[in-house]
């Protein structure tokens, strides 16, 4: 893999210096310092104080395989003896897990880990008998799918990914019938069918309640990988998928190597996701000369960002944890190990695809790359089904940023603020993961001690654009109650929302109707912000530092700022915000029904 001692990167703006480089070996020097850590601390290991093996992460003995595997299988892996020493390494460390829980997704990376180790001639010599022997019993799709049905037992949808990956791998080492791969295929797009029609984006939700997240574009891209890596014709349904994901990810480039901001589980793996699907449109012929071109751009880009942001020297890891920076407890830091060796993979292995089509050096240069997304519209609406409810995206590009207003469901995140229908871009808007705290959407105070608040329930989204200036309208018939696991409507109020986009500002204008005053005690609206030295006159701030420059809200009765940079709360992927100013309105007037308020942000255009 010449590529990887070759490639060099001339990083772009939105955070990345312009004359620094990079070396992807980087990431292969990473994971070798992390295996002679891991290995000289023997079973008990730890990294930042985490204890390694607990059988705490269900995926761990898998991502060992794939994630250490790329020292034996990548050109630059040590010759001889070194290579020896390294194959007892892996061996060891393939002991040391047999015995650990490996569910699904590290089921998914054993089998792929074992195909890469066949086509290297390596599987007898990095496999011990027995162990293999194990592997080949336990490695299977079937703990998660009912094997007659092909139904997934309590997954969310994209576990049929998952499993038909699994099953596919299965088949391609020779472990199982071809035809199981192919049903579970069927079972996917059939889930497809009944609840995204034909948009191309899956449901997260198994009954179709419109959970569209991250892995909705994604999915599409994992499938086409996995037909590449077992070398099989691609599906002409996933071809299709794959068009539609990467024309949305296209949309989506920014200067920064930021992707997914949206929802649960994004940071480093927002911005992989945007790698697995850009670099499968590209192995398979999807994107033309140009879009090519910039998407391979914007992987070198994202691979600046794993390197100089997400990963830690001080730590010795990726960061998605300590100073100020949180994610959602499906990645909690229990699982510090796996999340280095599955995002490492992620970064090698699509960059394995761009060297064999050709791509090498840092492409494009930063003014070519940028003339580029200036030149992409402005405005983009993404409708991810045809159902009851909005299910949308509104990119929106001002310059070098670019905002994501996504609409959704969220399922049982519904009431989490990663979850708000606000627009997000990096070092301007970023939520909390997991948090209820109002981020930027009014909350509704009941007089039974209920909350609630306008998300979810989303009706007759209508988007319409004049140059540079844009509006995004549509109605809440009902609210979403607050503080429950189950999505519950609430029929006390309505209300209708409209966003405003223009260069440098945003705006929203909330028109609610009360169908009974007297149980509505109070509206507020927060919004936490990373900008800083703040002054607060009536409604508005003002701020000295940072992105955002000005908030102001209408119809409130009174603001109040606070510094949040120590409360956990505010933590972000990105990490910790500075300053929080919330609003409120007394709802005191019992014939009151309607009842309006709203907010303009202005922030500074990202330097060119």
Same mark, same amino acid.
């Given at each position: ?118 086509? %290297? ?15 080949? %019993? ?57 609840? *995204? ?80 699907? !850009? ?7 999807? !994107? ?6 910039? %998407? ?58 761009? $060297? ?95 909350? !609630? ?10 988007? *319409? ?114 300053? $929080? ?24 255009? %990202?330097?060119?």
């Amino acid at each position: 893999m010449k590529w990887l001692r070759q490639l060099t990167i001339i990083l772009a703006a939105g955070g990345l210096a312009s004359d620094a480089t990079a070396d992807a070996t980087n990431v292969l020097d990473q994971l070798d310092g992390l295996l002679q850590n891991v290995i000289e601390q023997g079973p008990l290991a730890e990294l930042d104080g985490e204890s390694l093996f607990t059988g705490r992460d269900r995926f761990l003995p898998g991502k060992v395989a794939l994630g250490f595997g790329w020292m034996l299988w990548a050109e630059e892996a040590p010759l001889a003896e070194a290579f020896d020493a390294r194959l007892a390494q892996y061996r060891t460390l393939l002991e040391w897990t047999q015995g650990e829980s490996n569910r699904s997704w590290g089921v998914y990376y054993s089998l792929s880990a074992l195909n890469r180790l066949r086509q %290297a001639g390596l599987l007898e010599d990095a496999v011990p008998l027995d162990v293999l022997e194990q592997m080949r %019993a336990d490695l299977d799709w079937r703990g998660f799918v009912d094997a007659e049905t092909y139904e997934l037992k309590r997954y969310p949808a994209n576990y049929y990914g998952v499993a038909f990956s699994i099953a596919r791998l299965r088949a391609t080492l020779g472990w199982d019938d071809p035809e199981h791969a192919d049903a579970l295929l069927e079972r996917m797009v059939q889930h497809y069918a009944e609840h *995204a029609g034909d948009s191309g984006f899956s449901d997260e939700a198994n009954d179709g309640a419109g959970r569209f997240d991250r892995y909705s574009v994604l999915l599409a891209g994992e499938m086409a990988q996995r037909f590449r890596e077992t070398g099989t014709l691609l599906d002409s349904r996933v071809r299709a998928w794959l068009e539609q994901a990467a024309e949305f990810v296209l949309q989506n480039l920014n200067a920064g190597g930021h992707g997914f901001q949206f929802g649960r589980s994004v940071g480093p793996y927002g911005d992989t996701a945007f790698l697995e699907v !850009l670099s499968a449109a590209a192995h398979y012929g999807l !994107l033309d000369e140009t879009e090519e071109a910039m %998407a391979y751009a914007f992987s070198q880009r994202v691979l600046r960002k794993y390197l100089d942001f997400w990963f830690d020297e001080g730590m010795g890891s990726v960061n998605l944890w300590e100073h100020g920076r949180e994610t959602d407890g499906y990645r909690g830091k229990h699982r510090i190990l796996g999340e280095n060796l599955s995002l490492s993979h992620h970064l090698l292995y699509t960059g394995e695809i761009w $060297r064999d089509l050709g791509y090498e050096g840092p492409g494009v240069s930063d003014e070519e790359f940028h003339r580029w997304l200036e030149a992409l519209p402005r405005h983009s609406l993404t409708r991810f089904s045809d159902g009851e409810w909005a299910r949308l995206n509104l990119t929106v590009r001002d310059g070098l940023d670019r905002f994501g207003l996504w609409l959704s469901n969220g399922g049982p995140y519904h009431d989490t603020n990663p979850y708000s229908p606000i627009p997000v871009a990096w070092d301007v808007v970023q939520t909390a993961p997991g948090e209820t705290w109002p981020q930027l959407v009014p909350r509704l105070h009941m007089s039974d001690g209920e909350e !609630l608040a306008p998300l979810v329930f989303m009706q007759d989204a209508d988007f *319409a654009a004049d140059g540079d200036k844009g509006v995004l309208r549509w109605e809440h018939p009902v609210m979403n109650r607050i503080g429950t696991s189950r999505l519950e409507a609430d029929e006390r109020a309505g209300v209708s929302v409209e966003y405003r986009f223009s260069p440098g500002t945003i705006e929203r204008h909330d028109v609610f109707e009360l169908a009974e005053p007297g149980e509505v005690d109070s509206i507020e609206v927060q919004f936490a912000s990373f900008s800083t030295d703040p002054v607060l006159r009536d409604t508005r701030v003002e701020f000295a530092e940072g992105r955002v420059r000005g908030f102001e809200v209408f119809g409130v009765d009174s603001c109040e700022l606070a510094d949040v940079s120590d409360d956990p709360r505010y933590r972000t992927p990105q990490g910790p915000k500075a300053t $929080r100013i919330r609003c409120e309105r007394a709802i005191d007037a019992p014939d009151q029904h309607t009842v309006e308020l709203g907010w303009r942000l202005s922030y500074e255009p %990202a330097d060119r």
